[in-house]
Every structure is written in structure tokens, then in C-alpha cells.
């Protein structure tokens, strides 16, 4: 807990796990936006994108006050943007409340570690994924950057 306990004025905590994410951790506080795609599996998200959330959680984050002492809020006061696109090889869109605890657990996250607002998800299903020649869910994901990129250049105003 090295990077939890770190000084909080610090823009990026020092992790003691000397690898490749320490480019990373710079990359994700230099980001002006954030698009994150996640395969559904067992209704939420894989273990290596947990593992990868929670490897830079405490890096990019500090312990807030507020809801609850100890929490994380942003490093960063820079307001940033983020869309989410999950998929499901099985279930269809219309099932997506019984099974996608994975939205549930990036809105939560993504606030307090990236000071990241969601503009936008995307839940694509069994339907439409499984033919090649189905632009169903292309439509939307274009749409989706879009938004993204226009909260993004409001952002930097």
C-alpha cells in the first residue's frame, strides 16, 4: 500500500511493482478521455481488467473523505471523459439488467480514480455479433467516440 499511502499531492503515486504499467500510469493521468472495452463474463468484468483497475486505482487516486473515509478520489483536478463498451458472446441486449454487473462497477470506479465522467455504454449482445456482415452495434460504437469526442474538446475549454 505504498502507492495508497503516498503523499497526496502527488499527480502519480510510486508503485513498488517495477514493471511496464509505470508508462502506463502516465499515459492514463495524461489522457484527456478514456474508452474502456470489456468482455461480459460471468455478468461482470474479466479478471485481468479488475486486476488492471486495481493496479492503477491507488497510483492515480488518494483517500478521500467523502462518502466514506478512506475511499478514492482523483489525484487529478482535470475533468475527463469516458465511454464503456461491453460485450456479451452470449446473452442478448435485452437481457443486459440481469447480467452487466460490469457498467455498474466502471461508473463507480472511474469517477473516483480517473476523475473521469461516463458520457456514454454501449452493451452489445449475442444478437448482431455473430454475423460479420451486421453494422448493428458499428452504428452505435461510432456514435459513442463521437460523443466522446465532442464532451473531450468541451473539456479542454
Known sequence: MVCRNE???KAIADCVIDDDMQEI?????EADG?????PIFMGTVNAIMKTFCERFCW???KPGRWPLR????????KKKAAILIMSAGIVPAWMRRFCDDATKFFRGSLPCMLNAKIVGTLYAGSVGMNNPKSDRYFSK????GEKLGRRML???R
Not at 25 to 29: M, P, S, V
Not at 70 to 77: A, D, H, K, Y
Not at 141 to 144: F, Q, R, S
Open 59 to 61: 497510483v492515480l487516486s
Open 154 to 156: 468541451r473539456l479542454q
Open 7 to 9: 503523499d497526496p499531492g
Open 70 to 77: 478512506g475511499c478514492p478520489t482523483p489525484r487529478t483536478q
Open 25 to 29: 500510469y502516465h499515459k492514463l493521468d
Open 34 to 38: 478514456y474508452i474502456f472495452g470489456n
Open 141 to 144: 460504437a461510432t456514435a459513442l
